[in-house]
């Protein structure tokens, strides 16, 4: 079995800054891009950020200049950091990763559990 877990979020005031981690455990043998989404009330979920196995990076118009996503492929786990927030960061978090868990099959995307971001004073 396969897990991710987030960590981090809460309330953050408006102009600081938040930290989110999401560590992948259980059976695997590897894993590919993985990525962080966000889901505000009302509003479908959307990619924030991902990040490929090689390192490279993309991120939505709306984070871009003030979020940095990186991943520790020895943990097993993605970091998002995020600057300069405002109430339209306000959302559930989610991470994603596409993991192959044994040699022989296919890689699949798994989710977190998602971790709630309130951006207010």
């Known amino acids: 079995q396969v897990q991710l877990v987030e960590s981090g979020g809460g309330l953050v005031q408006p102009g600081g800054s938040l930290r989110l981690s999401c560590a992948a455990s259980?059976?695997?043998?590897?894993?590919?891009?993985m990525g962080w989404y966000r889901q505000a009330p009302g509003k479908q979920r959307e990619v924030v950020a991902s990040i490929t196995s090689g390192g490279n990076t993309n991120y939505a118009d709306s984070v871009k200049g003030r979020t940095n996503i990186s991943r520790s492929d020895t943990k097993d786990t993605v970091y998002l950091q995020m600057n300069s927030v405002n109430p339209e960061d306000t959302a559930v978090y989610y991470c994603?990763?596409?993991?192959?868990?044994?040699?022989?099959?296919?890689?699949?995307?798994?989710w977190g559990q998602g971790t709630q971001v309130t951006v207010s004073s």
């Open positions: 259980g059976t695997i043998f590897r894993i590919n891009a």
């Open positions: 994603q990763a596409a993991i192959k868990p044994r040699l022989i099959g296919p890689f699949s995307d798994y």
